[in-house]
């Protein structure tokens, strides 16, 4: 039997053990919240196999390699993201099948390459786009409603895939030809290669397309299989070689005057991901955005310059006659697909955007011309004294 005091020993011992485990947990909880939380070690990065839809040469899987290693490093290797160039698991028109399966995990293209599962596709970079250039068709896809329209879009031929567009593209020129363009006639019955929307605006004009990938462009027109193409800008023509079989390029064109690329990621293995690695690729797909913009620039302006002084190149301003020509076929193009509701709704969405966005922009920004003719044009010789 236990003695008073033992009793109350006892209980001495219980009230001070509480009070030691109280005081200790008390000191734990100081410590949290003096000292961030040391969490659980992953149990390895998260890899992702990609591929582009361009050659390893092209400037354009450079862009892809861009965007890789940004969400690279921005997550610490936590995420790594491996691109391959375009044929290493698909062919190039095949990449919006292979991500959406899961054959690959995501891919670097554009949306014109789907033109062919859901025509209205086009309306992201192959046409006029109303006036817009491609920064500003970027703006409606964010603000204007397009990002919503292109999930709604995905989901109507169930594609498995999330979609970034981003990349703006300057104009793309009319193409590569034998001899200068001059008149519309002159494209009468002319073999070309075009995608997209494009092939019904050209074929409108006479002209006989064939829709080819980059890498096979230059090769069809050695062989005489082709007598005149486009692909997109100075870097990446001079690159697939463009200059080995045409002198002549016209600049200017209306057909793909406001084209992005587009980063997809199969639905499923993007939903999967931690939700800070989802808010890491959306800021790197809007970082890389600006970064190829800028690359572009230093780029394609020094291989216009060295195409010209070094190959022989010969550069032309497309007539208005042809830019003209362009609309009108565009118009006409459109107007085939009015049985396709989703075409008119995405085409009324970019109309008005661009009815405001493109009278602010032409009624805002200067013409650039009388500055560069100020700094960089001819002088007048100066007036001989008598």
Not at 97 to 106: C, E, F
Not at 313 to 341: C, E, H, M
Request: charged share 20%; glycine share 8%; net charge positive.
């Amino acid at each position: 039997m236990f003695k008073k005091q033992d009793v109350k020993s006892a209980g001495s011992r219980t009230t001070r053990r509480k009070f030691l485990t109280g005081a200790a947990a008390a000191t734990t909880g100081a410590a949290i919240a003096g000292f961030p939380m040391i969490s659980k070690a992953q149990a390895g990065p998260i890899t992702m196999r990609w591929q582009s839809t361009w050659p390893a040469k092209d400037i354009f899987h450079e862009y892809a390699l861009d965007f890789a290693k940004k969400v690279n490093d921005m997550t610490g290797g936590d995420l790594k993201i491996e691109v391959l160039p375009a044929g290493a698991v698909v062919p190039a028109f095949q990449l919006l099948d292979a991500v959406s399966k899961g054959t690959l995990d995501g891919g670097h293209g554009v949306l014109v390459y789907h033109y062919g599962k859901q025509n209205a596709l086009a309306l992201w970079g192959s046409g006029p786009a109303y006036g817009m250039d491609a920064n500003m068709l970027l703006a409606w896809h964010k603000y204007g409603g397009g990002r919503q329209l292109l999930d709604k879009l995905y989901a109507s031929i169930g594609a498995n895939v999330v979609s970034f567009p981003y990349g703006p593209m300057p104009t793309q020129p009319l193409g590569w030809f034998k001899k200068p363009v001059t008149k519309v006639q002159d494209m009468k019955g002319l073999k070309f290669r075009t995608v997209g929307i494009s092939i019904d605006v050209f074929t409108a004009m006479g002209v006989s397309v064939n829709a080819l990938p980059g890498g096979e462009i230059v090769p069809a027109m050695d062989r005489g299989l082709l007598d005149a193409a486009e692909f997109n800008n100075a870097s990446s023509d001079r690159i697939l070689g463009f200059p080995d079989v045409s002198k002549v390029c016209m600049l200017q064109s209306f057909h793909q005057n406001a084209e992005q690329f587009e980063i997809m990621f199969n639905k499923g293995k993007f939903n999967a991901l931690p939700a800070r690695m989802k808010s890491i690729i959306e800021n790197a797909v809007e970082a890389a955005s600006a970064d190829m913009s800028w690359k572009a620039v230093d780029r394609y302006s020094q291989d216009y310059i060295e195409m010209q002084q070094k190959q022989g190149v010969r550069f032309y301003k497309t007539p208005d006659a042809i830019l003209q020509a362009q609309l009108s076929g565009y118009d006409a193009a459109a107007a085939k697909r009015k049985d396709n509701a989703l075409f008119r709704e995405i085409e009324e969405s970019q109309r008005k955007f661009a009815e405001r966005a493109v009278r602010w922009d032409l009624d805002t920004n200067v013409n650039r011309r009388m500055a560069y003719n100020h700094y960089f044009g001819k002088k007048p010789a100066p007036a001989k004294k008598s």
